[in-house]
């Protein structure tokens, strides 16, 4: 079979089963798998143990191979790889489930420019999506959907320093006012995108208080003077 007849046959399916070769370009580790009729807690103390070391070791290969470049991930195809191409999964899972192709996604992303989330909209062209059946699946699961997306944004990030949340590099005033604008919006409870919440997760939470709030903000602004004045 054509692999756009497999493409239509999964998409009628409403469920996205890859071919075979989905993933001869990017090898991935495999994650995990634990029984799912068990609450994780009621498996034997062994056997959550080798899970959760499973889990580790997974992310660790995978963060390697991509910290080595191993990963075409560049989804967006415009030549490098970050958090834009970590909405592409996620994106192709909404089409796959919907059952149609769009041309573009309107998301809230956030803007330096204009230093706030803005509606805008992210192109789907015939050949990222391609490129998403390729090499979506991260997490190896024969599925595309916002796990992937998961992986790859701890990926993407773990190279990052924590309060970098906008990813250049530095962390600074542009850093504090992302973390502020997420909270005011969070505040008034405007739900913010996968993507945007696993930022923020990891690298938003610099008191380790389990949320991103003006605190944080405050943390990113005490660390861009010290190194200001260093
Ligand atoms: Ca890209
Ligand atoms: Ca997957
Ligand atoms: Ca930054």
Same mark, same amino acid.
């Given at each position: 079979? %054509? %692999? ?11 469920? #996205? /089963? ?10 991935? =580790?495999?994650?995990?798998?634990? =029984? ?6 009621? &498996?034997?103390?062994?056997?959550? %143990? ?11 290969? &995978? ?15 415009? !030549? ?8 592409? =999964? #996620? &994106? ?15 998301? *809230? ?32 699961? !024969?599925?595309?959907?916002? %796990?992937?997306?998961?992986? #790859? &944004? ?8 924590? !309060? ?5 590099? *530095? ?6 006012? *992302? ?8 505040? /008034? ?18 008191? !380790?208080?389990?949320? /991103? ?12 003077? *010290?190194?200001?004045?260093?």
């Amino acid at each position: 079979m %054509k %692999k756009t007849a497999v493409i239509m046959s999964a998409i009628i399916a409403g469920a #996205m /089963v890859l071919p075979t070769a989905a993933n001869a370009q990017n090898e991935y =580790p495999t994650f995990p798998t634990r =029984p799912k009729d068990i609450e994780f807690t009621d &498996l034997p103390e062994e056997e959550q %143990k080798a899970y959760l070391e499973g889990v580790e070791a997974y992310r660790t290969a &995978l963060c390697t191979a991509y910290q080595n470049g191993e990963y075409d991930w560049d989804f967006d195809l415009d !030549g490098d790889i970050d958090v834009f191409d970590a909405y592409y =999964p #996620m &994106l192709r899972w909404s089409e796959l489930s919907m059952s149609e192709e769009r041309d573009s996604f309107a998301l *809230k992303i956030w803007s330096e420019e204009n230093k706030t989330y803005l509606r805008t909209a992210l192109p789907f062209t015939h050949d990222m999506r391609e490129k998403v059946d390729e090499n979506g699946d991260i997490s190896g699961d !024969g599925y595309i959907d916002a %796990k992937d997306s998961s992986y #790859m &944004l701890f990926a993407i990030f773990s190279d990052k320093e924590k !309060g970098d949340v906008n990813t250049d590099g *530095k962390i600074d005033a542009r850093d504090a006012s *992302k973390m502020l604008s997420f909270y005011a919006d969070n505040s /008034v409870n405007i739900e913010s995108d996968y993507v945007t919440e696993k930022n923020m997760e990891y690298l938003g939470d610099l008191n !380790g208080d389990g949320k /991103v709030d003006s605190s944080d903000a405050s943390f990113a602004l005490a660390e861009y003077s *010290k190194l200001a004045t260093e």
